[in-house]
């Protein structure tokens, strides 16, 4: 299908916000061209315009969720809209509905597999006629993790001639804080599973985003075990729940390339010994709690960390793919900034950059369904990302 032609290149939904504001400033660093400020106040907007340093000409686009005719104004007028007005659940239907109808690229920063299921159930179809590639989940969760095992199978099937049937995601280093973004959305999700507790199994399910295809037992992840492999006791983690069904999400879409038994499952890292196992029910006794994000002030919608936090931050991520037969491939993704905040306003921008420079079909997607290998390099080359193969 040919490209969409528009007045822009990229808007950023959502440009007055925390998130948005760094992202619009990343493009200001990169000096990326045609594009513009979306969200629901011009004044707003012309704030964040001038305080990090835009161009005064860069276009302001006022757009509200609440007005779907501003939305798909706002669609009409570009290749790819940038998204970060969440809980997605609650902003984010709408813009779904007009990009899918409109022909436009979609990227956005969402961890919630209900609401995700349900967009693509109502919107594959729509964005499969108009060409519309609707990627969700295009920062920390869960593009490190997406692209990370499909980096490690890569290297697998070359090495052996076939993917790895089992695939270990080992968060081995990680310093920066949740966003309240990340808490609000994980709130909305709870509210709506006790509204409808039927849904309780598909949140549960690592196969919730396979429509028509419920894969073999995997791995749980939920309490706190020693890994041989790695040489040390593991900790649940908390974004698991949505990496996990991005990675089968991308497997199903790929046609299955990691296999049809494919397993895969998400761990934090802590030390060997006592010290290790202690740390290791320590995080799982935190998880169960009613506040899983630490004993500190629960972040607020908006806020996030100042730059020096956000500068100090980093995340390295080990995969391991056991082949079956003893054989083995390690890779490691590394990000230098916070991954909440830093490395996500990075990561959600090279996408939809990337979506620019890629003709692939529309849909519903996952980044590592249609996007992965110029993304990494986008990534590694722009981002401060990593991937590398460890021996």
Known sequence: MAKKAAEFDVVIYGASG???????????????KRWAMAGRSATKLAE????????????????????????????????VIITTV???????????????ATGTDYVDLCGEPLWMRDMIDAHNDAAKASGARITFSCGFD????????????????????????????????????????????????????AKSPSLIGRLKSSFALTPGFE?????????????????????????????TKNVHRTNFLLNHAYGEDFAYDEMMMTTAGEAGKAIAEGIAKALKSANPFGDGPIPKQ???????ERENGFYEILFIAEMGD????????????????????????????????????????????????????????N?????????
Not at 57 to 75: K, V, W
Not at 341 to 346: C, N, Q
């Open 48 to 79: 964040v315009r001038d305080l990090i340093g835009a161009p005064a000409d860069t276009p302001l686009i006022e757009a509200d969720a609440s007005t779907p005719a501003s939305l798909t104004a706002m669609c009409n007028r570009a290749r």
């Open 383 to 391: 981002a401060g990302l990593t991937f590398t193969i460890e021996d």
């Open 326 to 381: 003893g054989n083995m491939v390690k890779a490691v993704v590394a990000g230098d900034k916070d991954p909440g905040y830093g490395s996500t306003s990075k990561m959600i921008a090279e996408s939809a950059l990337t979506l620019l420079e890629n003709d692939t079909p529309g849909g519903v997607f996952t980044p590592g369904a249609i996007i992965a290998a110029p993304l990494i390099k986008r990534l590694q080359a």
């Open 215 to 243: 894969g073999p037992d995997q791995p749980s992840g939920l309490f706190p075990e020693y890994d041989a492999t790695s040489g040390t006791w593991t900790a649940p983690f908390i974004m698991a729940a949505i990496n």
């Open 142 to 193: 869960s593009i490190p993790f997406d692209l990370g095992v499909w980096f490690v199978e890569q290297e697998a099937i070359k090495r052996y001639a076939k993917p790895a049937p089992r695939v270990k995601g080992r968060v081995r280093k990680m310093q920066g804080g949740a966003s309240g973004g990340t808490i609000a959305s994980l709130t909305e999700t709870m509210k709506a599973v």
């Open 18 to 32: 925390f998130t948005g504001r760094l992202v619009a400033e990343y493009f200001v660093k990169q000096g990326v």
């Open 302 to 308: 908006g806020e996030g960390p100042n730059k020096d």
């Open 86 to 100: 969440g809980p997605y659940q609650l902003y984010g239907n709408e813009l779904v509905a007009a990009c899918a």
